[in-house]
């Protein structure tokens, strides 16, 4: 639609929350889209055998990985993040927002990731590492069952030399995917928005990386990126908007966090709800997560997105069914945000269609409230995340307050006490310190 047929059709249909996202206020949606897992599942274009495939390839890298990323060897060659319950932040919550929350608070940190200290370590290193393999073993270089250690050698290099990879980014997905092509020997092009930092522009060029930048949005960058890699046959575009690997990359967290909660002595069953809170930008990353959660904890588990009150895009797609045929800016809204993870103006269509059955709800939250959630987390737990990862923090402050007609609906009242919380930290771990402390003193 254009931006006039845009126009016509929000007259025509009457959505209570569009003045607010208009004005910029905070809002609290509940998805009356939402279905029961059983009959989600049904109709889902992707099954669990789709991610545990994704996971055996990831299994199948780690001699790899562990060999290229030595800060990997820990973890032989797995690219996985602690799960650390924050008591002392929950407190900081109560008081601050003067709301009980019931349950107990844990972070997912991302933003610790190996390699490229973002959620985007999981989809972006996963596309790329499929697309090798797939080379390599079409050209009878590799065999499955082999030690994936040999592909770090100058033969496979030299191979992977004569393809190339391009991606457009806010700044952290090409980050990964720049990392990772890079090392495996791909030529590798990143399409930069104009939100993405310049410190990860010069960390990608110092890695031989092309980087490309653009004076407008996140949308343009992936356009233009896809449309000049159309024209080179070696070339594979990775489509943040539409990839059904990246997505299915971000969707095996749920089989490591699952471990990691029964490690930690964490239930999740009908008696033991658990609420999850994910920032979300186009829509890949925390998409993927709250697939493969549902497809694990089925109905005992409840995904809630979250974003700058300047680029609610996944929220107006869901809102409306309009999907990615709506932007924020057709509503006048700027998507300038300090999140520049976040700062996505149109949603994928494919995740939005994909997540619509499962998700429970979507909330927006500004600027200043990421940059105080920024310091009491500092302060409180000696954690420092971006801006756009601690959109998902407040999440369990609106459930408690807003939500509870969703308590209510899903019979979760009188178990939401036991039951857990877990706001997904999707990056900050190579923020430079510089770039910290000022995002630390505007908290
Ligand atoms: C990319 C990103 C997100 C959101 O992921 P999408 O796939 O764009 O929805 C959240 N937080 C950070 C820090 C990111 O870099």
Redesign the pocket.
């Known amino acids: 639609m254009n931006n006039d047929e845009v126009k016509t059709w929000l007259k025509n249909h009457q959505h209570p929350l569009t003045d607010k996202l208009v004005s910029l206020e905070e809002t609290f949606w509940l998805n009356p889209n939402l279905q029961s897992f059983k009959t989600a599942i049904v109709n889902c274009p992707l099954t669990l055998n789709d991610v545990l495939e994704a996971e055996a390839r990831l299994e199948r890298f780690a001699p790899y990985i562990a060999k290229v990323f030595p800060e990997t060897q820990e973890t032989k060659g797995i690219i996985e993040s602690p799960l650390v319950k924050i008591p002392k932040m929950q407190e900081n919550l109560v008081q601050v927002y003067k709301q009980e929350i019931l349950g107990e608070l844990w972070l997912k940190c ?2 610790h990731l190996p390699i490229s200290g ?3 370590a999981r ?1 972006g290193i996963y596309e790329v590492l499929k697309k090798a393999e797939e080379l390599a073993i079409n050209h009878q270089m590799l065999k499955i069952e082999d030690d994936y250690s040999i592909l770090a050698s100058d033969e496979f290099r030299t191979f992977f030399s004569q393809y190339a990879i391009a991606v457009g ?5 090409g980050l990964s995917i720049g990392i990772m092509s890079a090392k495996l020997g791909f030529k590798v092009t990143v399409h930069m928005s104009a939100d993405a930092k310049q410190w990860k522009k010069d960390l990608l060029r110092s890695k031989n990386v092309k980087v490309i930048e653009y004076a407008s949005d996140y949308s343009k960058a992936v356009e233009e990126g896809r449309r000049q890699a159309e024209a080179d046959p070696a070339c594979h575009f990775i489509d ?1 908007e539409n990839s059904r690997d ?1 997505f299915l990359g ?1 969707a095996v967290a749920a089989i490591r966090l699952k471990k990691q909660l029964d490690q930690s002595g964490v239930t999740v069953d009908e008696e033991h709800p658990l609420f999850v809170y ?11 997560v709250a697939f493969g959660l549902k497809l694990i904890f089925h109905d005992h588990v409840h995904c809630f ?1 979250a974003e700058p009150t300047h680029s609610p895009c ?1 929220l107006l797609g869901l809102m409306t069914g309009l999907h990615d045929k709506i932007a924020v800016q057709d509503l006048g809204i700027d998507n300038k945000t300090a ?4 700062a ?1 103006g149109r ?2 269509g494919f ?1 939005g269609k994909v997540l619509e059955p499962f998700l429970s709800g979507n909330y927006t939250i500004s600027d200043e409230q990421m940059y105080k959630l920024l310091k009491n987390l500092a302060d409180t737990e000696n954690i420092y ?2 801006p ?2 601690l ?1 998902g923090m407040v999440g369990p402050v609106k459930l408690c307050k807003e939500g509870t007609d969703y308590l209510q609906k899903h019979q979760l009242l009188n178990i939401a006490a036991k039951g857990t919380h877990i706001v ?1 930290a ?3 771990s190579m923020v430079p310190k510089d770039e910290m402390d000022n995002f630390y003193q505007k908290g």
């Not at 980014?169 to 997905?173: C, H, K, W």
């Not at 994910?278 to 993927?288: D, E, M």
């Not at 999140?339 to 976040?342: E, I, Y």
């Open positions: 991302d933003s973002s959620i985007k989809g980014s806010t700044g952290n997905l943040d990246l971000y994910l920032p979300c930008g186009v829509g890949g990353g925390p998409g993927g997105f996944m999140a520049d993870g976040l996505v949603p994928s995740v995340l971006e756009s990862a959109a997904w999707t990056g900050g």
